[in-house]
């Protein structure tokens, strides 16, 4: 309904999102990044418990531990379901998003 | 309303990518968004509101709690795993840091034709868009012989704060080789592995404190989540000290007397020294009296969450119908953020993004045995869909499930900082 007044179908933000992937969409990876961000702590000098800090990497770091985690290289079975459904565009984003967010 | 609408087809047919705020002024400044309930669903939805429109919402948070106590890892406070303290949170950062209007107070009333909520100490809050997060309440007489006039003698522990402190108080005050009886939920309700945590972790605290005690499940399910894993813990870490009573055996016939301290199991009576009753639940009342609610829930749409009966109106977490996701923090944490990003793209243009969502839920058997179970989700023009999922395997090792158990102590401090900010 929403979208529908406004035009913002999820095809046209979709198409919005790819013109902008390949150097990674900081604005697409922050919305993202909140389905990260309901474990791995923001505003955090360490981590708590089992889940890293992940806030601050390089971006070719963050995109290759992802697809080690979808390829399961990397064993965890909640970031191998995460990672499953992570195509490179949205890889690009989450990366550029956490490079810089703190 | 009418009028904002007329104006809003105007705006779409000139030409809808028009990245213009949709709600321009009419009478008053920023657009309202106005959140009840301060839980997993309404505390995330109103930080990312706040958060992420810089300034250009006017985003209050009505909640009547000061403190709010997590009921996830309440479990665990039952166990001796976790502080009672530790559970609590409170808004101040939310209020301070991010802007949101926090008003300790108690919705009372929606008018949806008016757009406003009355609230219980008399102030009227107009809204644009309305979310409701008002978690769950229990369905009258759903457990014959108890109502919440009963709750101190036989607690339900499923809001958590004094009911769980009352509950623990209980247990350790239980008679040596005394019995612990749980009547539990039919389907659905908040947490569903939650009533078998807790049956876990009343065990490893039994264990130390009174060993000879027995525990006795009154269950109206055939099966529950994680079924196998908590059986399989159970026969490891606390043999023959659980029994189930399952539908096939009265189970789903149970009434109880808080005053003789008894559960009547389709017509044989057991006494009992402490004694969970788990109701039935349905959406939190408001939730009723917005009118946006069929049965017991409020149907939504995937897309954004917003009402099947209002397009202003949002249903996040336990009280929503939508389709897959299980009840729990994890969901309506995960349902507000799309909210959110819904409701800011409608009120100032900002971009939307498409509707994805997940969950997991952590269970502690015993110390250190941790098991987990997961999904992710995506919306269709019917409900939110499983996408995949994972359950933690029985037989796995103790470095795993110590591993499992250790993740769940960063997804809480994760997501307590996701909802009441850092």
Redesign the interface.
């Known amino acids: ?8 179908s ?1 095809v ?3 198409g ?2 790819s013109v902008a992937a390949a150097e990674g969409d900081v ?2 990876g ?3 990044a ?2 990260c ?8 000098t360490e ?6 800090l992940i806030t601050g990497w390089d971006a070719e770091t963050f995109v290759l531990i992802l697809k080690d985690f979808k390829t399961g290289v990397r064993d ?3 970031m ?3 990672t ?2 992570l195509g490179e565009e949205e890889m690009a984003a989450l990366a550029a998003y956490f490079a810089q967010a703190e | 309303m009418t009028n904002r609408r007329t104006v809003l087809r105007g705006l779409a047919a000139a030409g809808g990518l028009l990245a213009a705020p949709a709600v321009l002024a009419d009478g008053h400044g920023k657009p309202r968004v106005v959140v009840i309930g301060g839980g997993s669903g309404g505390a995330t939805a109103a930080r990312y509101l706040a958060k992420d429109s810089g300034g250009a919402l006017d985003v209050t948070l009505v909640e009547p709690s000061r403190t709010y106590f997590t009921c996830y890892f309440s479990n665990l406070y039952l166990g001796g795993f976790q502080d009672m303290k530790d559970l609590g949170h409170t808004y101040g950062t939310l209020a301070g840091a991010h802007g949101v209007n926090v008003v300790h107070d108690w919705a009372v009333d929606v008018d949806r034709d008016a757009k406003t909520v009355a609230l219980a100490g008399g102030a009227v809050l107009p809204y644009d868009k309305l979310i409701l997060s008002p978690g769950i309440d229990f369905v009258d007489g759903a457990v014959p012989g108890w109502d919440v006039s009963k709750q101190n003698k036989m607690p339900h522990a499923y809001k958590a704060g004094s009911q769980t402190e009352l509950l623990k108080a209980q247990l350790e005050a239980m008679p040596e080789g005394g019995t612990f009886a749980m009547v539990a939920p039919p389907n659905p309700y908040r947490c569903p592995p939650g009533p078998y945590e807790r049956v876990s972790m009343v065990a490893h605290m039994l264990k130390a404190r009174n060993p000879t005690a027995k525990i006795l499940i009154v269950d109206p399910k055939e099966k529950f989540s994680k079924q196998g894993l908590f059986e399989e813990g159970w026969q490891a870490h606390y043999a023959g000290m659980i029994d189930r009573i399952g539908p096939d055996f009265g189970g789903d016939a149970v009434s109880v007397d808080p005053e003789a301290m008894t559960v009547d199991i389709d017509g044989s009576v057991e006494q009992v020294d402490v004694c969970n009753v788990i109701p039935a639940m349905k959406a939190g009342r408001i939730a009723d009296m917005a009118g946006v609610t069929d049965g017991r829930w409020a149907p939504v749409n995937a897309a954004d969450m917003s009402s099947k009966v209002d397009a202003d109106v949002y249903v996040l977490g336990d009280a929503a119908q939508q389709g897959d996701m299980p009840k729990s923090g994890f969901s309506a944490n995960s349902q507000a953020k799309v909210c959110a990003n819904a409701v800011r793209g409608a009120l100032t243009g900002s971009r939307v993004f498409p509707a994805r969502f997940s969950n997991t839920c952590w269970s502690l058997i015993s110390t250190e045995d941790g098991v987990k179970v997961g999904a992710t989700y995506e919306a269709t023009p019917e409900k939110i869909a499983k996408v995949d999922g994972f359950i933690s395997q029985t037989g796995e090792d103790s470095a795993l499930r110590k591993a499992t158990y250790e993740e769940s102590l960063g997804w809480y401090a994760g997501i307590v900082s996701d909802m009441f900010g850092v």
């Not at chain 1, 309904?1 to 913002?8: E, Y």
């Open positions: 309904m929403i979208r529908r007044v406004l035009g913002f999820p046209v933000a979709a919005l999102v604005a697409y922050e919305y993202l909140s389905e961000t309901t474990c791995h702590l923001l505003g955090a981590a708590t418990g089992g889940v890293p965890n079975a909640a191998e379901l995460v499953a459904r």
